[in-house]
């Protein structure tokens, strides 16, 4: 059975703060551990008041240090907001401090809107352009010295630390497979292309001293509960949440609701539902089998879960129930 994963947005409940969500996602990396789901990713977003991980490498050891086996990184860093240097100088600190734990998965869009963008003191021109010459740059700083390298990054030399290519669209699908990396798609909100960036990242890879054949990571939406109606309930957060961003009026994580009927429009609702489409929403039977569906459907190497739940409690039992699942499905597949 393949592993599962966490990609946790740390999010900020209505009335919380980023304090107690960022304890929240401790807490949750912790819980996760114990249930042997097999690394836990954080992403970079910033200028939203719903997401507490604007500083993604300091989170990272904040989970790292309140936790023991499971491999903690980025979901990911958005590598054009930053100096490749400063990442290789971040992430081989952690690797430093965590051995053998650490991930560094780079994505290329800016995780905000072009006015803090440009706060951030990013270029806004296209970074298609520049973004796989920092990738490279990247992988130098976190490899041994060549010769004649003035530049290191210390800590980050020798540290090798694991990179992934993060994508919605084929250009990091491409890049990951001619540089021979592993691809995680963001499937659980950009469901359009991921069949044919699959495809092409399959067909286009070349093997590297990193990876001898392909392994594909997808994003999917799961919320669990112990009827169907229940995480139908507890999965208006997220489709609250995401048609606010959507609109441009992005906030805290608004508590669930019975009906989203009158919340939307018929509109509104389909762009939401298309968008969310990677999504398993049900009691565990209907998680089982959604997620053994989705599995056989894409081939997945591994599946990354995301579960925007306004009560953290209920977000801690979606999780166990994923876990007890997964269990299930690995039986199935041993039988």
């Given at each position: 059975?393949?592993?599962f994963?966490?990609?946790d947005?740390?999010?900020v409940a209505?009335?919380s703060?980023p ?5 929240n996602?401790?807490?949750?990396a912790?819980h996760?551990e ?6 836990y990713?954080?992403a970079?977003h ?9 500083a993604?490498?300091?989170v990272?050891g904040f989970i790292?240090?309140g936790t023991k086996t499971i491999r ?6 958005m590598l054009p907001n ?12 952690l690797a ?5 734990r650490?991930?560094?998965?780079l994505?290329?869009a800016?995780?905000?809107?072009q006015?803090?963008a440009?706060?951030?003191r990013?270029s806004?021109g296209?970074s298609?352009?520049?973004?796989p010459d920092?990738?490279q740059?990247?992988q130098l ?5 060549q010769?004649?390298?003035t ?6 030399m ?10 919605s669209?084929l250009?990091?699908?491409q ?7 592993p691809f995680a798609?963001?499937?659980?909100f950009?469901p ?7 495809e092409?990242?399959?067909?286009m890879?070349?093997?590297s001293?990193?990876?001898d054949?392909?392994y594909a990571?997808l994003g999917i939406?799961v919320?669990?509960a ?6 139908r309930?507890l999965?208006?957060?997220q489709?609250q ?6 609109r441009?009026?992005?906030g805290?994580?608004p508590?669930p609701v019975?009906s989203?009927?009158?919340v939307?429009?018929p509109m ?6 298309h ?8 009691s565990p039977d ?7 569906e ?8 591994e599946?990354i879960i995301t ?6 409690a209920a ?8 876990a007890?699942?997964h269990a299930?499905?690995?039986?199935r597949?041993a039988?």
């Amino acid at each position: 059975m393949i592993p599962f994963s966490v990609l946790d947005l740390s999010p900020v409940a209505r009335g919380s703060n980023p304090g107690e969500s960022l304890r929240n996602s401790r807490d949750l990396a912790q819980h996760a551990e114990a249930l042997g789901f097999h690394r836990y990713w954080l992403a970079e977003h910033h200028n939203m008041t719903g997401i507490a991980s604007a500083a993604t490498s300091v989170v990272i050891g904040f989970i790292a240090e309140g936790t023991k086996t499971i491999r903690v990184g980025s979901g990911g860093i958005m590598l054009p907001n930053h100096a490749p240097l400063v990442i290789a100088e971040q992430f081989g600190t952690l690797a430093s401090l965590y051995p053998g734990r650490i991930d560094l998965g780079l994505g290329r869009a800016p995780g905000t809107d072009q006015g803090t963008a440009r706060a951030l003191r990013r270029s806004m021109g296209p970074s298609d352009d520049r973004f796989p010459d920092d990738v490279q740059e990247l992988q130098l700083f976190l490899g041994p010295q060549q010769p004649g390298q003035t530049v290191r990054a210390v800590p980050g030399m020798d540290t090798h630390v694991p990179l992934w290519l993060l994508g919605s669209s084929l250009f990091s699908a491409q890049l990951a497979a001619h540089l021979g990396l592993p691809f995680a798609f963001a499937s659980h909100f950009a469901p359009d292309m991921m069949m044919k960036a699959l495809e092409v990242y399959r067909h286009m890879f070349r093997p590297s001293a990193v990876l001898d054949k392909p392994y594909a990571m997808l994003g999917i939406n799961v919320v669990a509960a112990e009827t169907d109606a229940e995480a139908r309930r507890l999965f208006t957060s997220q489709q609250q949440a995401f048609w606010n961003l959507r609109r441009g009026a992005p906030g805290q994580l608004p508590p669930p609701v019975h009906s989203m009927d009158g919340v939307w429009t018929p509109m509104e609702k389909a762009q939401v539902d298309h968008a969310l489409s990677c999504a398993v929403v049900g009691s565990p039977d209907t998680v089982r089998d959604g997620l053994a569906e989705f599995i056989e459907r894409t081939g997945a190497d591994e599946l990354i879960i995301t579960a925007q739940i306004f009560d953290h409690a209920a977000r801690k039992e979606s999780y166990s129930i994923v876990a007890a699942q997964h269990a299930k499905l690995a039986e199935r597949s041993a039988a």
